[in-house]
């Protein structure tokens, strides 16, 4: 954000949490939103799939990592904890004023988002002959 607002970069892609009081404000432009459908809150602003790459569909959501090897029962027991903290009143409505949606999905459910998620960017990124400058 600080880039976009220095004007070091011209364009970049935020979370919606990010970016919406910004756009809201006339401070960032947006130009799409990444969900299958048009945000409620930004009518206007077409979807990524509609302007930038058919089929692109890309919802924010965040995951808690372990290292490697970490038995199975402390990960069980995370998850459990954060599966019943989503659960929390207080916390599915901070989550849903900052543009999430609170999914609670089972443990088994990340490392499969993951991984589609890092396909879906590769493919876009390789169709589209996009490559890293950083070296």
């Known amino acids: ?30 130009l799409a939103v990444t969900s299958a459908d048009l945000a409620p809150t930004f009518p206007d602003v077409p979807t990524a799939a509609q302007r930038i790459a058919p089929g692109l569909v890309q919802t924010t959501w965040m995951g808690l990592f372990v290292p490697k090897g970490t038995p199975d029962a ?47 960017f590769r493919n876009i990124a390789t169709e589209r002959a996009i490559v890293s400058t950083d070296g």
């Open 74 to 120: 402390i990960q069980m027991r995370i998850h459990t904890a954060a599966a019943s903290a989503l659960k929390e009143p207080a916390i599915i409505d901070r989550l849903r004023s900052l543009g999430f949606e609170p999914p609670g999905q089972d443990a088994a459910a990340l490392p499969k988002l993951f991984g589609s998620t890092t396909i879906t």
């Open 1 to 30: 954000m600080q880039d976009l607002f220095g004007g070091v970069i011209d364009a970049g892609v935020v979370t919606f949490s990010a970016g919406a009081q910004q756009a809201r404000a006339g401070q960032l432009i947006a």
